[in-house]
C-alpha cells in the first residue's frame, strides 16, 4: 500500500555532487521520520542520515559536513544533498520512512539507487 521510490543516483566524479531523492505513495496519514542508509559492495547497510518530523538530523560521522538531509513531509519527499564525494560514498542508497498508514506505524524501504564516484 506504501512505496518508495529513489533517484538522483549516478557516476560521478570525486568532489562532485549529487541529489539523491525518494517519494513515497500510498495510504499515507503520517510520516514520522525519513531516512538515507547505503550499502557498498561487500558490506553490511548502513545509517547515512536520519530526519524526523520535527526537523532533527542525525548523520554519520563519514558524511557530516558534506551531506545535507531535508525532509519535506507535504510532499513525502526525502532529500539527501551530497557534496565533495569521495569513491569510498559509492554504493546503493536506500531511503527508509516511518510511515502511519493505519493503526500502528510501520517502517517502509526503496528499492535503492546506485551512487558511483570514481577517484
Known amino acids: 500500500q506504501v512505496q518508495l521510490v529513489e533517484s538522483g543516483g549516478g557516476l560521478v566524479q570525486a568532489g562532485g555532487s549529487l541529489r539523491l531523492s525518494c517519494l513515497a505513495s500510498g495510504r499515507i496519514f503520517k510520516i514520522n521520520t525519513m531516512g538515507w542508509y547505503r550499502q557498498a559492495p561487500g558490506k553490511q547497510r548502513e545509517l547515512v542520515a536520519t530526519?524526523?518530523?520535527?526537523?532533527?538530523?542525525n548523520y554519520a560521522d563519514s558524511v557530516k559536513g558534506r551531506f545535507t538531509i531535508t525532509g519535506d513531509n507535504a510532499k513525502n519527499t526525502v532529500y539527501l544533498q551530497q557534496n565533495s564525494l569521495k569513491p569510498e560514498d559509492t554504493g546503493v542508497y536506500y531511503c527508509k520512512m516511518s510511515i502511519i498508514s493505519g493503526l500502528y506505524a510501520m517502517d517502509y524501504w526503496g528499492k535503492g539507487t546506485l551512487v558511483t564516484v570514481s577517484s
Open positions: 530526519i524526523t518530523n520535527g526537523g532533527d538530523t
